[in-house]
């Protein structure tokens, strides 16, 4: 089975902080995803990536950015947290043309 | 990009088979259906995956007709465990090696004893 592991299920951060989100696969995947998922909005793609140290905007990339140094790395960065990036943080794989696959999640919360 | 139409909300029973159906009026001719469950405080989990005709797996039967307007995802003998929420989803085909994938509103699935 395919693993997706995001490192923190919870995460409570003040304004202003740096914040990294860190997801990790096993499976030697090409593509790896950030998205966000909130009430009412669904899941909106902010990076993704296609292989080492490359990255593509996705629809809200304002206030993030991203780091792929390895393979089986991707890293979601808030530069400088604010209120409304309070979220549900999924991070997803997939080999080219597969069906993506995801993590269980980081709920992020800035005060 | 294509859209989906999809219930809302269901209600089933246990052991009932349950069929959800959405519609995709403007797929296009490389784009394919994929079906995800999510359960919450959890990531969308991949269902089953097709572009016409029938599809089966373990878990679950992906009927899609041969217009392509709309798809079925069908669940045979629900149990409790399969209240969740289920996104049907049109994939955009192969653009640059990754898909595109659209979240709808996806349709909360609850059974009941």
């Known amino acids: 089975d395919v693993k997706v592991t995001q490192s923190s299920r919870y995460l409570v951060k003040r304004t202003g902080e740096k914040v990294f989100l860190e997801c990790v696969q096993d499976m030697d995947h090409e593509n790896m995803f950030w998205y966000r998922q909130d009430p009412g909005l669904g899941l909106r793609l902010i990076y993704f990536?296609?292989?080492?140290?490359?990255?593509e905007k996705g629809d809200i990339p304002e206030g993030y950015s991203v780091s792929r140094e390895k393979k089986e790395r991707f890293s979601l960065i808030l530069e400088s947290a604010s209120t409304n990036q309070t979220s549900m943080y999924l991070c997803?794989?997939?080999?080219?043309?597969?069906?993506?696959?995801f993590g269980d999640g980081t709920r992020l919360s800035i005060l | 990009l294509a859209k989906t139409t999809q219930p809302i909300s269901m209600d089933s029973y246990e052991g009932q088979e349950v069929n959800i159906t959405c519609s995709h009026n403007?797929?296009?001719?490389?784009?394919?259906i994929t079906w995800y469950q999510q359960f919450p405080s959890q990531g969308p989990r991949f269902i089953i995956q097709g572009y016409k005709t029938k599809v089966t797996n373990e878990v679950a039967s992906l009927f899609i007709p041969a217009d392509r307007k709309s798809s079925t995802l069908s669940l045979p003998r629900v149990s409790l465990s399969d209240t969740a929420v289920y996104y049907c989803?049109?994939?955009?085909?192969?653009?640059?090696?990754?898909?595109?994938?659209?979240f709808g509103a996806g349709t909360r699935l609850a059974v009941h004893p």
């Open positions: 403007n797929i296009a001719t490389n784009d394919y």
């Open positions: 989803l049109v994939v955009i085909g192969f653009s640059g090696g990754y898909n595109k994938l659209i």
């Open positions: 990536s296609y292989d080492v140290k490359m990255k």
């Open positions: 997803a794989s997939s080999s080219r043309g597969q069906p993506q696959h």
